[in-house]
């Protein structure tokens, strides 16, 4: 178990201890009869099918309202207007993965890489695609404003979001109403190693002990979800200042289980002891993912009434919304945990969710979530037909075999976008991965605290990538 003293001086040499991806996998036990803990090493196949149900469920909710379906009241139609929950779902997921590397530093079972590597990873990742999107978006949806500067910085910079009066109705341009949840990741993208180099601080400092250093960080993290609520109150008083709820503070909470998650999965990796409570919990909750859906699904049937807003774009009060945000921290915790806390091999849960159709889905699904609104315009324009804003209604059937229709050409033009645009990008890091991380080993000591990094009121060098699920590809 590593040892720190207050400024983090001895966790710097600590070796940064990891599983091989060769780990025996499936058994209860493993041959020494310890419990194995969660796998934090290499890619999660099954993570991969997570993110293409959050991905369609998101691309469900934008062709029912383009349908009209959406606003029924029916219960089939609170269902699709709910589909919004893929949202909090790849927040979660993004919380996940991308703090794990500062969870894993301070607990002394990882090294700290340097945060440039983390943002050359973010932006080759994110970047081309998306502007290539918001280019055909702009000049083929929204011509009228494709000579303004304004416009093309607001969505090439991922700032339409601090637009409080703007040309557009809705969330966004059309074509570009879903990417407010976008810039708010980015928003977190930027705000993570700040994040991280204060809870890292705080989790290490005056103690050696890992059980110490994991709860502070979930206090920690807990704190950061509660700031999401505080700041949704702040939205109705003194006065409504509701275009706010599409920034990073409002969604802070839709991150914090993630963040939690890698906490508790780097906790059970760094303590050594055969059964530590902490990888019996992990390995009851792996085991208990139906009890954990069910979880998910009855807070899920409780989103799907009044209690959580309207069912359309009617605003909803502050305690409709308060209830929304904590249902819709609830269902990303029961469902994404069962699936983080696996120790790998072959289980019913990852031969689901990691086959390879999942995992192809899973792959694409960043694509499948830019593509949406242009293949939704697209196949409506193609087929002469109306939508619900100009005059059009469209029944279950009708739905559902327009859902099918945008889902095989938005899943066609995510593969081609993938592979033309977003797959070289990822190469082009990697070409230069070597060079940015020479000399920087699995068994590099950590930088220690207070070392260049990171400015010196955060007192602490940032992590950012690991040798575990690659980043560059979530």
Same mark, same amino acid.
């Given at each position: 178990?590593?040892? #720190?003293?207050?400024?983090? $001086?001895?966790?710097?040499?600590?070796?940064?201890?990891?599983?091989?991806?060769?780990?025996?996998?499936?058994?209860?036990?493993?041959? =020494?009869?310890?419990?194995?803990?969660?796998?934090?090493?290499?890619?999660? =196949?099954?993570?991969?099918?997570?993110?293409?149900?959050?991905?369609?469920?998101?691309?469900?909710?934008?062709?029912?309202?383009?349908?009209?379906?959406?606003?029924?009241?029916?219960?089939?139609?609170?269902?699709?207007?709910?589909?919004?929950?893929?949202?909090? %779902?790849?927040?979660?997921?993004?919380?996940?993965?991308?703090?794990?590397?500062?969870?894993?530093?301070?607990?002394?079972?990882?090294?700290?890489?340097?945060?440039?590597?983390?943002?050359?990873?973010?932006?080759?990742?994110?970047?081309?695609?998306?502007?290539?999107?918001?280019? %055909?978006?702009?000049?083929?949806?929204?011509?009228?404003?494709?000579?303004?500067?304004?416009?093309?910085?607001?969505?090439?910079?991922?700032?339409?979001? @601090?637009?409080?009066?703007?040309?557009?109705?809705?969330?966004?341009?059309?074509?570009?109403?879903?990417?407010?949840?976008?810039?708010?990741?980015?928003?977190?993208?930027?705000? *993570?190693?700040?994040?991280?180099?204060?809870?890292?601080?705080?989790?290490?400092?005056?103690?050696?002990?890992?059980?110490?250093?994991?709860?502070?960080?979930?206090?920690?993290?807990?704190?950061?979800?509660?700031? #999401?609520?505080?700041?949704?109150?702040?939205?109705?008083?003194?006065?409504?200042?509701?275009?706010?709820?599409?920034?990073?503070?409002? #969604?802070?909470?839709?991150?914090?289980?993630?963040?939690?998650?890698?906490?508790?999965?780097?906790?059970?990796? $760094?303590?050594?002891?055969?059964?530590?409570?902490?990888?019996?919990?992990?390995?009851?909750?792996?085991? #208990?993912?139906?009890?954990?859906?069910? %979880?998910?699904?009855?807070?899920?049937?409780?989103?799907?009434?009044?209690?959580?807003?309207?069912?359309?774009?009617?605003?909803?009060?502050?305690?409709?919304?308060?209830?929304?945000? $904590?249902?819709?921290?609830?269902?990303?915790? &029961?469902?994404?945990?069962?699936?983080?806390?696996?120790?790998?091999?072959?289980?019913?849960?990852?031969?689901?969710?990691?086959?390879?159709?999942?995992?192809?889905?899973?792959?694409?699904?960043?694509?499948?979530?830019?593509?949406?609104?242009?293949?939704?315009?697209?196949?409506?324009?193609? *087929?002469?037909?109306? =939508?619900?804003?100009?005059?059009?209604? @469209?029944?279950? %059937?009708?739905?559902?075999?327009? *859902?099918?229709?945008?889902?095989?050409?938005?899943?066609?033009?995510?593969?081609?976008?993938?592979?033309?645009?977003?797959?070289? $990008?990822?190469?082009?890091?990697?070409?230069?991965?070597?060079?940015?991380?020479?000399?920087?080993?699995? =068994?590099?000591?950590? &930088?220690?605290?207070?070392?260049?990094?990171?400015?010196?009121?955060?007192?602490?060098?940032?992590?950012?990538?690991?040798?575990?699920?690659?980043?560059?590809?979530?």
């Amino acid at each position: 178990m590593p040892t #720190s003293s207050g400024n983090g $001086a001895e966790l710097a040499r600590a070796p940064a201890r990891g599983y091989p991806d060769e780990r025996p996998a499936g058994p209860e036990h493993g041959a =020494d009869g310890a419990i194995p803990p969660p796998r934090i090493s290499g890619h999660q =196949d099954w993570l991969d099918g997570l993110r293409a149900i959050g991905a369609f469920a998101v691309l469900l909710i934008h062709v029912a309202s383009e349908t009209g379906f959406a606003f029924t009241r029916s219960p089939a139609s609170w269902v699709a207007a709910r589909g919004d929950v893929g949202v909090p %779902i790849f927040f979660t997921l993004s919380g996940l993965l991308l703090f794990r590397p500062w969870a894993r530093y301070a607990l002394g079972n990882g090294g700290a890489p340097d945060v440039r590597s983390y943002s050359i990873r973010r932006v080759l990742r994110i970047v081309p695609i998306y502007w290539v999107v918001v280019a %055909i978006a702009i000049l083929t949806l929204n011509r009228a404003h494709a000579r303004s500067p304004s416009t093309w910085a607001q969505y090439l910079l991922f700032g339409q979001i @601090y637009d409080r009066h703007p040309w557009w109705s809705g969330t966004g341009a059309p074509g570009l109403a879903q990417m407010w949840s976008l810039s708010v990741e980015v928003s977190f993208y930027a705000l *993570l190693p700040v994040l991280g180099a204060l809870l890292a601080m705080v989790a290490v400092r005056g103690t050696p002990d890992v059980a110490v250093r994991a709860r502070r960080m979930l206090a920690g993290i807990a704190i950061l979800a509660a700031v #999401s609520f505080v700041f949704l109150a702040l939205l109705y008083f003194p006065s409504r200042e509701l275009w706010l709820s599409a920034t990073l503070p409002r #969604s802070l909470c839709w991150f914090a289980p993630g963040m939690a998650l890698a906490v508790v999965t780097a906790w059970a990796n $760094a303590d050594d002891r055969p059964a530590a409570p902490v990888r019996a919990f992990c390995r009851a909750v792996a085991s #208990s993912a139906p009890a954990c859906w069910l %979880i998910a699904a009855l807070a899920f049937a409780l989103a799907c009434t009044p209690l959580a807003g309207p069912e359309g774009f009617a605003a909803p009060s502050l305690w409709q919304y308060a209830t929304k945000l $904590a249902l819709y921290t609830i269902i990303p915790a &029961a469902v994404v945990a069962p699936v983080a806390f696996q120790a790998g091999g072959q289980t019913w849960l990852t031969a689901v969710l990691g086959n390879p159709v999942m995992r192809f889905l899973g792959k694409v699904s960043y694509g499948v979530f830019l593509w949406q609104f242009l293949a939704i315009y697209a196949l409506f324009n193609g *087929l002469g037909l109306k =939508d619900v804003f100009h005059g059009g209604y @469209y029944n279950a %059937i009708e739905t559902l075999l327009l *859902l099918a229709a945008t889902a095989i050409v938005t899943v066609v033009l995510a593969t081609l976008g993938y592979y033309l645009i977003e797959r070289p $990008a990822q190469r082009l890091y990697r070409r230069y991965r070597p060079q940015a991380r020479e000399g920087r080993g699995p =068994d590099a000591a950590a &930088a220690p605290f207070g070392a260049p990094g990171v400015p010196a009121a955060c007192g602490v060098t940032v992590p950012a990538g690991e040798p575990g699920q690659d980043p560059a590809k979530d």
